[in-house]
């Protein structure tokens, strides 16, 4: 297997692939980015507070899925053309749902079906640029599609505000359709020319057990995120679901992730639920906090825009100093410096709810998380990277996706929950006050999950020879 012939990113061999898989991480970004801008709204005109966490929650659950089910059709098939049109159609047709969706629980199913495309474009946009670029290029691509979130990052939270305020929110949704149909002409075709290996493995056991175990981390997620939302009029039922979502999708996790994760062994293991704890505290975060500028605040859903082009700024700028800084200072202390900006910016950020605090506070605040992400999301990323066993990156690269995509929904679904109870059930009015009280909790758990990940970071050091042969917890897998 040899990469395609050319020097850049531009040249006539790769140009078209380049072009595809730009246009597809960009038309993603701007529409995670449009959709958490616009949701106020959104929820307001289908009277759908209660419901309002399972609009992340159902995307990030539904691409762990289709995360999961790429790899395996990847790896049995080879070629990168099908699950990339799969991921591609799902997204569009999530778009078309949610666009002309009712109700809530109907957004919900195009969010879903979104996040399942999701989930099938970034493995196919990975194994593709490992497979059509040469091992100096790759770095050059990466940095590409890391750049590709910035323009969306400024213009669309604003342009969706703008264009939710002064037409619909449902334009935000179908709008985008039409760019999907551009991605897919232009990166199916120049897949279709990225060379493959020799052949997949029809008969894949491995894939035959991964794919059971995803859905059944995601059908617990499901269930224990269903029981946060059933606390306030149902507690027994709540109880229930909540015991059952453990039961099933516990297990399954700890199939998927490197052994000794639970319990943070170091190093592989604690960095991989480090990644769950970071996403969890900012994804959780992120998702409400358009609420708390439209609803608590009473501002333009283009305020709540500009914090999110503040943190999008601000995670780019992070990962770049990350990248020059980790061969003086180890990934260990960009870490803890990451979650450290965290939770200083979501303290920042959850101040907003504070009746004549600057509008700025929360702006920067949410900023500084950014920031925070940016360091240490990549470190840890390079952490995994380095202690994978040789030969099964693959699998341990898996495991860290799982828990990346998993904290990200598991805390927008927490989130969603301490809003339904504040509300009440129904959740249909947007109350400022009461809005207020689900947001706070919400900050407060995020800050609670950020402490227990820096907490972590000195599970990110090697343990001395001598714990090593004592065989204690602190020894390596």
Avoid: N
């Avoid at 531009?10 to 595809?20: D, E, F, H, Y």
């Avoid at 992400?373 to 690269?397: D, F, K």
């Amino acid at each position: 297997m040899t990469a395609i012939a050319g020097t850049g990113l531009w040249a006539p061999g790769r140009r078209s692939l380049s072009v595809g898989l730009l246009l597809t991480v960009t038309f993603m970004a701007a529409e995670a980015l449009a959709i958490g801008t616009v949701m106020p709204l959104v929820a307001r005109d289908l009277a759908g507070l209660d419901l309002y966490g399972w609009v992340f929650s159902a995307f990030l659950l539904a691409q762990l899925v289709g995360t999961v089910s790429a790899g395996i059709l990847i790896d049995r098939r080879g070629d990168l053309a099908p699950p990339m049109a799969i991921g591609l159609a799902c997204f569009g047709a999530g778009l078309l749902v949610g666009g002309l969706a009712p109700a809530m629980p109907v957004l919900i199913v195009g969010r879903a079906l979104q996040g399942l495309g999701a989930g099938f474009g970034a493995p196919v946009a990975y194994v593709a640029i490992g497979r059509g670029f040469s091992v100096p290029v790759q770095p050059r691509m990466f940095a590409a599609l890391s750049a590709a979130w910035v323009l969306p990052g400024i213009l669309g939270p604003a342009v969706a505000g703008l264009v939710a305020t002064a037409t619909t929110w449902r334009l935000v949704f179908l709008g985008l359709v039409p760019l999907i149909a551009v991605a897919m002409a232009v990166t199916i075709p120049a897949l279709r020319g990225v060379p493959a290996p020799g052949g997949g493995d029809a008969d894949d056991p491995d894939g035959r057990r991964r794919l059971p175990f995803a859905l059944a981390v995601a059908a617990g997620a499901g269930l224990a995120m269903a029981g946060l939302g059933s606390a306030a009029g149902q507690p027994l039922v709540a109880a229930v679901l909540l015991v059952a979502g453990v039961a099933v999708g516990l297990p399954a996790f700890a199939r998927l992730v490197p052994p000794g994760t639970l319990r943070a062994r170091p190093v592989l293991p604690a960095a991989v639920l480090q990644r769950g704890m970071l996403t969890f505290a900012f994804a959780g975060a992120e998702a409400y906090v358009p609420l708390a500028f439209v609803v608590v605040r009473g501002t333009s859903a283009a305020a709540a825009g500009a914090a999110f082009a503040a943190a999008t700024i601000a995670w780019a700028s992070g990962a770049w100093i990350q990248a020059r800084l980790i061969g003086r200072v180890g990934a260990a202390r960009l870490v803890r410096a990451g979650f450290g900006l965290l939770i200083v910016g979501l303290a920042a950020t959850g101040s907003l709810l504070v009746p004549g605090v600057p509008l700025g506070a929360g702006i920067a605040g949410l900023g500084a998380a950014g920031l925070g992400m940016g360091l240490a999301y990549a470190s840890l990323t390079l952490t995994v990277l380095r202690e994978a066993p040789v030969g099964g990156e693959g699998a341990v690269t898996a495991g860290l996706q799982l828990s990346d995509i998993l904290g990200s929904a598991l805390g927008a679904g927490t989130g969603g929950a301490m809003i339904a109870l504040s509300t009440g059930v129904g959740g249909v009015a947007l109350d400022p006050g009461r809005t207020a009280v689900g947001l706070g909790a919400t900050f407060a758990v995020e800050i609670i999950v950020g402490f227990a990940g820096l907490a972590l970071c000195t599970r990110l050091r090697r343990p001395s020879p001598a714990g090593l042969a004592a065989g204690g917890v602190g020894a390596l897998p």
